[in-house]
């Protein structure tokens, strides 16, 4: 088995990603099934043709794209535009531009995305445009200067229980709306471990989307 989504979607998080970049080890090809409806499928794109974007959010019926190279916000904007078209008889998607983090961050960038995209995702930059396995320097977040709710990525493991759980006592964490897990929990490129999943949320004490109430 090379991908496990099915077994993912117990643990019920609120989005499941789908890679969509063909040199990924996690390149995804393979088929969605039922998966409940209140998790949101976010397909990851690496400047793709808007065609193809389009295509695969039909194709698997896709609420989210996670945008991880230099996707313009004019490409952020015709692609949300384009998924309410009648003729393509899709639901507009959301839309999470993806900011690579170093040592420092210019914030500046945000500006241009404030007004065609719903998420930002900060994640570490590496040789990849995603999937490098390390994190960056949170604190950097002390200067975010937005009130968009952002996704925290890059490396996340079972190891940063701790700084997790500081983080999100800190002012710069007022936005964080997703924590985002990927390599750092797999046995190999797409499998995912569910009983190092299963861990993590109860060490985090998070609860998911379903139990919230
Ligand atoms: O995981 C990949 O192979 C990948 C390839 C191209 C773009 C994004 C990719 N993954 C996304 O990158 C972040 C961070 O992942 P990690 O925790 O550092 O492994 C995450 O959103 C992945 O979905």
Known sequence: MKYNPMEVATLRPDYLGFIFWEPSARYFDGEIKA???DIEKIGVFV??????VLDQIEKYDLQGVQLHGNETPEY????????????RFLKPVRCIKVFSVKEKFDF???????EVCDYFLFDT????????GYTFDWSLLKNYPSQKPYFLSGGIGPENV????????TPESKYCHVLDVNSKFE????LKNIEKLEEF????GIRQKRNKN
């Not at 930059?125 to 490098?132: F, I, V």
């Not at 701790?162 to 006592?169: C, G, N, R, S």
């Not at 046995?187 to 797409?190: A, C």
């Not at 949320?201 to 985090?204: D, G, H, T, V, Y």
């Open 35 to 37: 998966i409940p409806p």
């Open 47 to 52: 400047d793709a043709d808007i065609s193809y």
């Open 76 to 87: 952020c904007k015709e692609l949300v535009e384009y998924t309410g078209r009648p003729d």
């Open 108 to 114: 500046s960038v945000l500006k241009e995305y404030e």
């Open 125 to 132: 930059k590496g040789k990849l445009p995603g999937g490098n």
């Open 162 to 169: 701790e700084e997790i759980k500081k983080f999100l006592q």
């Open 187 to 190: 046995d190999r490129p797409g």
């Open 201 to 204: 949320i109860k060490a985090l």
